[in-house]
């Protein structure tokens, strides 16, 4: 269980970090102060948004479990038409510092080609630490 929000900052969350992965399950900055966070066996993550207890919603995200880390790569696509060339990747890692709190680091790139002239690349990075609020859902 984790801190959906990080104090001071009022444009980012944890679930909402995460729905890099899953556009349509965005919610208002506002809604939802904790995140469950299951890595099952199927190589997937289970995230649930809670308020106050109060289950709001629930996200499955297909990724790789690594040593240390879990690695998101949902929504990445390449594509070729005869004269254009697109390519948009989105990666995420999540992992637990020392403390337990959870570190996501997390790029978002696209890249287009028209022939061979490059029409530009654009990156976008995003580090947080979501704190710790223990090992059990809420209510349990």
């Known amino acids: 269980m984790y801190e959906n929000k990080i104090p001071d900052d009022f444009e980012n969350s944890l679930w909402n970090d995460l729905?890099?992965?899953?556009?349509?399950?965005?919610?208002?900055?506002?809604e939802g102060?904790?995140?469950f966070i299951e890595f099952t066996e199927d190589k997937e993550i289970k995230v649930e948004l809670y308020q106050n207890s109060i289950l709001l919603d629930t996200m499955?995200?297909?990724?790789?479990p690594k040593k240390n880390y879990f690695t998101i790569r949902k929504g990445s696509h390449f594509f070729t038409l005869i004269i254009l060339t697109s390519k948009v990747s989105?990666?995420?890692i999540?992992?637990?510092d020392a403390n337990g709190d959870l570190l996501l680091s997390q790029g978002?790139?696209?890249?287009?080609?028209?022939l061979e002239d490059d029409l530009g690349d654009d990156f976008e990075t995003v580090t947080a630490?979501?704190?710790?609020?223990g090992d059990q859902r809420p209510g349990l």
């Open 60 to 64: 499955t995200l297909p990724g790789k």
């Open 90 to 92: 989105k990666k995420t």
């Open 108 to 114: 978002n790139s696209s890249n287009t080609m028209v």
């Open 33 to 35: 102060n904790q995140v």
């Open 94 to 96: 999540i992992g637990n």
């Open 19 to 30: 729905c890099l992965h899953n556009s349509k399950k965005v919610h208002n900055v506002s």
């Open 129 to 133: 630490t979501y704190m710790r609020l």
